[in-house]
């Protein structure tokens, strides 16, 4: 039945990741979206996803700076050396 397919969870649950990656066209992203605002389980989908991603997306754009590695070294070492006594 054509109407039981207008849900098209699985066409959009496949498109999320590449959704939330930005790589997906302008066209396909309200195909998603339209679907996702008519979806509750698939917008609890995507927000989780969106959730994930951004977590992700924040630890890797925080790479520890130079300095900031050594100085934590040094701490360590110091310690190690105020306790080796
Ligand atoms: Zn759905």
Request: proline content about 2%; hydrophobic content about 35%; glycine content about 2%.
């Amino acid at each position: 039945m054509d109407t039981n397919r207008d849900c098209g969870c699985e066409s959009a649950r496949q498109r999320m990741d590449i959704l939330i990656d930005r790589e997906l066209t302008e066209l396909e992203c309200t195909d998603v979206s339209a679907h996702c605002a008519s979806c509750e389980s698939c917008q609890a989908e995507i927000a989780v996803m969106e959730k994930l991603t951004d977590r992700f997306r924040a630890a890797c754009a925080e790479p520890a700076p130079d300095n900031l590695r050594i100085s934590i070294l040094n701490s360590i070492t110091n310690q190690n050396g105020i306790r080796d006594t």
